[in-house]
């Protein structure tokens, strides 16, 4: 999960869709153009294995649920790093709770409670109400598996009987441990989706240099970065252009009322701040662009992660840095939003007008003006 500090764009930009509206005759969420969800599986494919990395927030959540939707992908595996902003105990709960919800409680799920010793610690105030996830949840006696988080990854990747995409949306702890003790599951994974970075843009640490997740962890996202495995990194660059809409809980609230759909509107009401211009579907993108690639812009970059000192964490281009595929921006977000709905409803789900890019490009200016510091 990713923490941005765009306060004030989504309350502007909903003064904004609503004059849309109201020129357009409309009096709620708009159908949608017509679009097939890209992720429809024939009799013959086979889904794709997924193995997850995570620490469950409400983007976090969003994207698990996605990945247990969608019919072309399998979740193998579950894996939870201490430096999470759930931590092993909150987070192995809320995970069994979803997996219970869908009906998937044979999927192991394990963390890795030795925290490294150069790890930042998450901020008090993001963690302040980090119970409510279970809030929705059933109970479950589930029990996490009897090995650790990163080895769990290892014997995942090695018995599958193809290769993996590893899901990784936190900090990039177990992931690392994972590589550097089982070297052999590098041949293995066909690629790491990581959601953390920023490239080309702001990061949204307190002083902006950094991603929190990768400055959570800088030693473990430089070791991940030079692995040698393919890496598609959903930085911010991507992820700014897809915030939480204005059309949001309106449309949760006329789409098929699926377990899913259920538990999102929910944490609307656990977590206010999710429609108050403070959040991003983060790890929602990064778990779409699983299925759909095509959902994001893509370029190759050289970028290099920087371990230690005051720039830690920082993603930057460099010749002494190592290649991989970067999302750099969401040419068609509407799409998005309606896959990852949609896939969540299981079937189409309307929703409104989106901010043109000339809106958007304006209000996040008006971010970096007025944002408190």
Request: proline fraction near 8%; charged fraction near 15%.
């Amino acid at each position: 999960m990713s923490t941005s500090r765009s306060w004030i764009w989504l309350p502007v930009l909903a003064l904004i869709t609503s004059c849309t509206s109201q020129d357009t005759g409309a009096t709620g969420p708009q159908a949608s153009p017509a679009v097939t969800l890209t992720t429809v599986v024939s009799a013959e494919d086979e889904p794709i294995p997924v193995i997850v990395d995570y620490s469950p927030t409400v983007s976090d959540v969003g994207g698990l649920m996605y990945l247990l939707s969608n019919p072309a992908l399998e979740v193998r595996a579950i894996s939870l790093p201490v430096t999470g902003e759930a931590g092993c105990d909150l987070g192995l709960r809320v995970t069994f709770g979803v997996l219970a919800l869908f009906g998937r409680e044979e999927i192991p799920v394990a963390c890795d409670e030795e925290r490294p010793e150069f790890a930042h610690d998450w901020p008090a105030e993001f963690l302040a109400g980090h119970e409510n996830l279970l809030v929705g949840l059933p109970e479950t006696d589930a029990a996490p598996a009897s090995q650790s988080g990163p080895d769990l990854i290892a014997e995942a990747v090695l018995a599958s009987d193809r290769p993996v995409v590893l899901w990784a949306v936190a900090p990039l702890t177990n992931v690392a441990r994972a590589l550097e003790r089982h070297p052999q599951i590098g041949d293995g994974i066909e690629r790491i989706v990581v959601m953390g970075g920023a490239v080309d843009v702001p990061g949204n640490t307190f002083d902006q240099v950094a991603e929190w997740n990768l400055w959570i962890d800088a030693p473990a996202a430089a070791s991940v970065s030079s692995a040698g495995v393919p890496i598609t990194l959903v930085s911010l660059d991507a992820t700014n252009a897809v915030p939480v809409p204005v059309w949001y809980r309106s449309s949760l609230g006329s789409a098929e009322q699926t377990a899913a759909i259920g538990l999102l509107s929910t944490y609307l009401s656990s977590f206010p701040s999710v429609t108050s211009g403070f959040y991003f579907f983060w790890d929602e993108l990064a778990a779409a662009v699983i299925a759909d690639p095509s959902l994001v812009s893509t370029e190759r970059a050289t970028v290099r992660v920087v371990e230690d000192g005051p720039d830690a964490g920082k993603t930057i281009r460099s010749p002494d840095g190592h290649e991989l595929i970067l999302a750099t921006g969401v040419p068609q977000p509407d799409l998005f939003y309606h896959e990852f709905l949609s896939t969540l409803a299981r079937s189409p789900v309307s929703i409104g007008p989106s901010a043109t890019a000339e809106e958007q490009a304006y209000f996040e200016g008006l971010n970096e003006v007025l944002a408190p510091t």
